[in-house]
Nanobody, 113 residues
Framework: QVQLVESGGGLVQAGGSLRLSCAVS????????RAWYRQAPGKQRELVAT?????SANYGMKGRFTISRDGAKNTVYLQMNSLKPEDTAVYYC?????????WGQGTQVTVSS
């Protein structure tokens, strides 16, 4: 059984930074993609960032967020800078590969002004 557990969320003031971590239990092979999604109350889940062979790719985050990984542990990180109140959401880690699609339970990020 593979499990993803997010951590590092919490309450932060606007303009601050957080680094989210996604710990992976068990071994995962043939990974296609590693990504972070978020879902705010009353809104659909949206892609935040995905990790590609060329480096970090951010979608609609204006370069404020950076995704990275620890290859040895398969840990996935999301560095979040210049946070804004509209970034408030539950953030989810996602790893997709050959025949699987794993999700974490989510971690709450709240940005106050």
């Amino acid at each position: 059984q593979v499990q993803l557990v997010e951590s590092g969320g919490g309450l932060v003031q606007a303009g601050g930074s957080l680094r989210l971590s996604c710990a992976v239990s068990g071994s995962i092979f043939s990974i296609y993609s590693r990504a972070w999604y978020r879902q705010a109350p009353g809104k659909q889940r949206e892609l935040v960032a995905t990790l590609t062979s060329g480096g970090s790719a951010n979608y609609g985050m204006k370069g404020r967020f950076t995704i990275s990984r620890d290859g040895a542990k398969n840990t996935v990180y999301l560095q979040m800078n210049s946070l804004k109140p509209e970034d408030t959401a539950v953030y989810y880690c996602n790893i997709r590969g050959a025949g699987y699609d794993y999700w974490g339970q989510g971690t709450q990020v709240t940005v106050s002004s």
